[in-house]
């Protein structure tokens, strides 16, 4: 080799010039130097980039302690109640003690049942008497008149005829002295119940708000400007036929031009609006003018109406059959005695009679002078997103507006992130291609991480439903946190920890790293966000506030150069997340408390862990997407995520203990549906064929074997789906079309005979052919007033006409026909026809079968003495709701 060859070498001097020094080295040095010259605060809480492991359980203590100490305050906050001593100083007010009176006077009378003398007389005449009392203390300015209507009428109703006959309605118009104004609101409430409850939530309490309401308007030296009417409705439950006979056939009903319904799915606490409109925007506005104590949502209003409730008002009745546009509120809290024995009148806050009392005053006179009402479809301008913020104010804006907003605030965290993105690679010297694949590389790691975390929920939910353990959390509702919350958290969390272990040497600080995986987690809700607004999902919202706090976080770090910190970017990432955060937490504490008692009655075809475990990853995602990645910055972060998964084998292990079981007695109770029930079936010649007595029981949850061993003969028990296989709707005295919809779940436990009533009977009054292939019969129904009608075409025949309503047959519904009928204070037959057309013309076969079911649905006189010994062998933690009834089946 040639000596004189030059040979080039590089020599590198050290500095503690971090920007001189070599890029390989570049960020070791840097750490080094911020180690060094860490102040004393830092050295409290960060050791080597990473905080403190021991500062963890203070960190998720944080999140813990401001939902215990803010959010659920928020959430059951009442007003302080009014009482009768504070009338005189406050005579305009409504008077909560007022309220609590008139529901005691309703609820002594017992269940309130269509066609019981409760409901149809006694109702009535508590009604009438607070009325009168109302009268005699009028104003000088308003005048009231009053009308009981009687009604008979049919409509369609979840794929059923739903006919009616001489129900009753008390309807009270309180009018300015001298009006002669025919725009009116209408105010609406329920005074009928369930048969076996006193029905003081469901809706004696807003029955009671109604009556105190009139009251003080009654009184009041402020005139209205146009008229209301209050409609006291008598049969709500049978379903809604009261409410359609009123916007149908009611004098006052033409008139009617806003609505305020008023029901409840609970005992008390806060009446929640969960349906505006639709298509009204003048009435939210009018609301957020209004309202004393706000409770509203867009996502309770968009899960009600697609079906995710398993419950119906009378709000679409006076929205379907009248186009009468309104807002539907309702008490939600307490949702475990609601429809049972325990919705009782002591139970009920009295806080929440004046919390509805002070709302519903205020709307109804904002609503009743608002400009709108004088032709509302001069303002049906599309639909609306509101939400209340912790009960303190309403945010409402158009849904054009909300879908601008998404929009907007959507593209603005893409852009802030991408920003944040592009100064990462300035300022840590790698370049702007290698951090855009680290960053595509980070996307891929937080789906991966959200679909395990979604999947662990799943698994355990499934798992727990084939150990015969659901609902273990019904009573003891802190078990969700750590059977579903906590392993979705862990699977979010894990996904990422394994990344950035195995990448430990990468010379990326692992600040940089988490503030990496944040910025992609904004991005993916972000556009979710876009997703969901291109679907016309206003509750898109709430993704939308999620990334808007977030950006504005990021911003602020971005602008005070933070972000280039390893640690310190946390505290204003902390500071502005905790107002998304207490919203979240408080909205989904509100839905958690709503539906986990709904649970006791979805019926024991569906899992109630899945849909749990489902919403859990939802509400988690809002609550901890932007926290549990904070995680990774605490030193033993592994140790840390993986006590997640501890806390919930923890949580399975007491679900198993007594104190994972769901029931107890009065507060938390299992629900059945319990008939004494006689079936008979006949043949071509009308010879009974087979006839058979016991128990047919429905059962209302996902856990109908916690009573197998407790309850006489349910051992016994067998499944009614072979029953559905040989007979027309499986051959049962199936009440509604819930139990239609789940009727192959019923069980039917052989029993003696039951004392029944006069047994529902068809009488042909005549029977004509009126073509070769055609045939009419005229015919009369008798019975009890809770009845039903299947009518099953034979042998090639079909039903040309009726005198039913004709939608069944105009539609093409497929056979068998369902026909509900009740009747409340006139018992006479019910007259109809049929007519049926055969192509062949052969009518020496049986043409028509005609199931007859009866329901004894308020007669516990008839509950046989091995009927009571059979009801009182269910554990006390359970509600059973009895009544005798009846099959028959006759072919014609």
């Known amino acids: 080799m040639s000596s004189d060859k030059k040979v080039r070498r590089r020599v590198i001097t050290p500095t503690t010039d971090a920007s001189n020094a070599d890029p390989l080295l570049r960020q070791p040095q840097l750490h080094l130097y911020e180690d060094e010259q860490a102040n004393c605060c830092e050295r409290v809480f960060v050791s080597r980039e990473k905080i403190k492991w021991y500062w963890a359980p203070a960190f998720i203590?944080?999140?813990?302690?401001?939902?215990?100490?803010?959010?659920?305050?928020?959430?059951?906050?009442?007003?302080?109640?009014?009482?009768?001593?504070?009338?005189?100083?406050?005579?305009?007010?409504?008077?909560?003690?007022?309220?609590?009176?008139?529901?005691?006077?309703?609820?002594?009378?017992g269940p309130r049942v269509v066609g019981s003398r409760e409901n149809e007389m006694g109702s009535i005449q508590v009604i009438t008497s607070t009325m009168q009392k109302v009268r005699a203390e009028l104003g000088a300015v308003h005048e009231i008149e009053m009308d009981v209507q009687v009604a008979s009428g049919s409509y369609i109703h979840w794929s059923a005829v739903n006919m009616y006959q001489s129900i009753q309605n008390y309807v009270v118009k309180i009018s300015p002295k001298g009006s002669n104004s025919s725009t009116y609101l209408l105010v609406n409430s329920h005074f009928d119940t369930v048969p076996a409850g006193p029905g003081a939530g469901d809706d004696g309490s807003m029955v009671a708000v109604m009556m105190e309401t009139l009251r003080v308007l009654a009184k009041s030296k402020y005139a209205l400007k146009h008229p209301v009417v209050f409609l006291f409705n008598g049969a709500e439950e049978n379903p809604l036929q009261a409410s359609h006979?009123?916007?149908?056939?009611?004098?006052?009903?033409?008139?009617?031009?806003?609505?305020?319904?008023?029901?409840?799915?609970?005992?008390?606490?806060?009446?929640?609006?969960?349906?505006s409109g639709p298509n009204h925007p003048w009435l939210m506005k009018s609301y957020r003018r209004a309202i004393k104590h706000p409770y509203a949502s867009t996502i309770a209003e968009e899960m009600f109406q697609h079906n995710f409730i398993p419950s119906d008002t009378d709000f679409r009745i006076f929205r379907d059959h009248g186009a009468v546009p309104g807002l539907d509120m309702a008490y939600q809290y307490n949702g475990y005695v609601y429809h049972t024995r325990y919705?009782?009148?002591e139970i009920f806050p009295r806080g929440s009679f004046q919390n509805t009392g002070d709302n519903l005053l205020a709307l109804i006179r904002e609503i009743s002078s608002a400009p709108e009402l004088e032709d509302t479809s001069k303002h049906a301008e599309g639909h609306t997103v509101y939400y209340d913020v912790m009960g303190w104010f309403l945010v409402f804006y158009t849904e054009t507006e909300g879908i601008i907003l998404n929009v907007v605030?959507?593209?603005?965290?893409?852009?802030?992130?991408?920003?944040?993105?592009?100064?990462?690679?300035?300022?840590?010297?790698?370049?702007l291609q290698k951090i855009l694949k680290r960053t595509l590389h980070t996307f891929i790691l937080l789906i991966l991480g959200v679909v395990a975390g979604a999947t662990l929920p799943i698994i355990i939910a499934v798992f727990m439903d084939i150990t015969h353990m659901p609902l273990s959390w019904f009573t003891h509702n802190w078990l969700m946190l750590g059977l579903y919350f906590c392993p979705f958290f862990f699977g979010v969390a894990i996904v990422p920890a394994l990344y950035f272990h195995y990448t430990a040497t990468d010379r990326f600080p692992i600040g940089q790293r988490v503030q990496l995986l944040m910025h992609c987690h904004c991005l993916f809700l972000a556009l979710l966000t876009l997703v969901l607004t291109i679907c016309s999902i206003r509750s898109a919202f709430v993704l939308m506030l999620t990334c808007m706090f977030y950006t504005v976080g990021l911003v602020f770090n971005l602008a005070t150069n933070l972000h280039t910190r390893n640690v310190v970017w946390i505290i204003p990432h902390i500071v502005c997340y905790v107002p998304p955060f207490l919203f979240f937490a408080y909205f989904s504490h509100s839905f958690l408390v709503t539906f986990i008692p709904?649970?006791?009655?979805?019926?024991?075809?569906?899992?109630?862990?899945?849909?749990?475990?489902?919403?859990?990853v939802a509400v988690g995602m809002l609550t901890g997407g932007f926290i549990v990645p904070m995680l990774h910055m605490f030193r033993k972060s592994k140790t840390i995520i993986c006590a997640l998964l501890g806390v919930t084998l923890v949580c399975i292990i007491i679900a198993v203990t007594p104190l994972g079981f769901p029931y107890r007695p009065e507060t938390s109770v299992q629900r059945f549906a319990v008939l004494h029930a006689k079936r008979t079936f006949h043949d071509a010649n009308n010879n009974v064929r087979r006839s058979e007595t016991g128990y047919f029981i429905m059962p209302q949850d996902r856990r109908t074997y916690s009573v197998k061993n407790k309850v006489i003969n349910m051992t016994l028990a067998r499944s009614v789906k072979e029953e559905c296989l040989k007979e027309t709707l499986c051959g049962f005295?199936?009440?509604?079309?819930?139990?239609?919809?789940?009727?192959?779940?019923?069980?039917?436990?052989?029993?003696?005979?039951?004392?029944l009533g006069t047994l529902p009977a068809v009488k042909v009054v005549s029977k004509k052919q009126l073509t070769p292939n055609k045939i009419r019969f005229e015919m009369e129904l008798s019975g009890p007033d809770h009845m039903g009608i299947f009518v099953q075409p034979l042998n090639g025949a079909r039903v040309v006409g009726w005198s039913f309503h004709q939608a069944p047959l105009r539609l093409n519904y497929q056979p068998p026909y369902y026909i509900y009928f009740s009747y409340g204070v006139n018992g006479d037959?019910?007259?109809?026809?049929?007519?049926?057309?055969?192509?062949?013309?052969?009518?020496?076969?049986?043409?028509?079968e005609l199931g007859l079911h009866g329901h004894w649905i308020h007669h516990k006189e008839l509950h046989t003495e091995d009927f009571k010994k059979f009801l009182s062998s269910f554990p006390s933690y359970v509600d059973a709701t009895p009544w005798p009834a009846s099959y028959d089946t006759w072919l014609y």
Not at 76 to 98: M, Q, T
Not at 409 to 428: F, Q, Y
Not at 606 to 612: E, M, R, S, T, Y
Request: hydrophobic share 45%.
């Open 61 to 109: 203590g944080f999140w813990l302690l401001i939902y215990s100490a803010i959010s659920i305050p928020a959430s059951n906050h009442l007003p302080r109640p009014l009482s009768i001593k504070d009338e005189a100083k406050y005579p305009e007010r409504f008077i909560a003690e007022r309220a609590e009176l008139n529901l005691q006077r309703l609820v002594a009378l």
């Open 245 to 275: 006979a009123f916007i149908t056939q009611h004098k006052w009903a033409k008139n009617c031009k806003a609505l305020i319904n008023l029901d409840s799915a609970g005992n008390g606490g806060r009446e929640i609006l969960f349906q």
């Open 343 to 345: 919705d009782r009148a």
């Open 409 to 431: 605030v959507s593209i603005g965290a893409i852009v802030v992130c991408g920003l944040a993105i592009k100064l990462m690679a300035t300022n840590s010297g790698i370049k």
């Open 598 to 616: 709904m649970f006791g009655r979805f019926g024991d075809k569906v899992n109630p862990d899945l849909i749990l475990a489902v919403f859990s």
């Open 733 to 755: 005295p199936l009440y509604n079309m819930r139990w239609h919809n789940t009727r192959e779940r019923g069980l039917w436990i052989p029993a003696s005979e039951p004392v």
């Open 829 to 848: 037959p019910l007259k109809f026809w049929l007519e049926l057309e055969k192509p062949s013309g052969d009518w020496n076969t049986p043409t028509l």
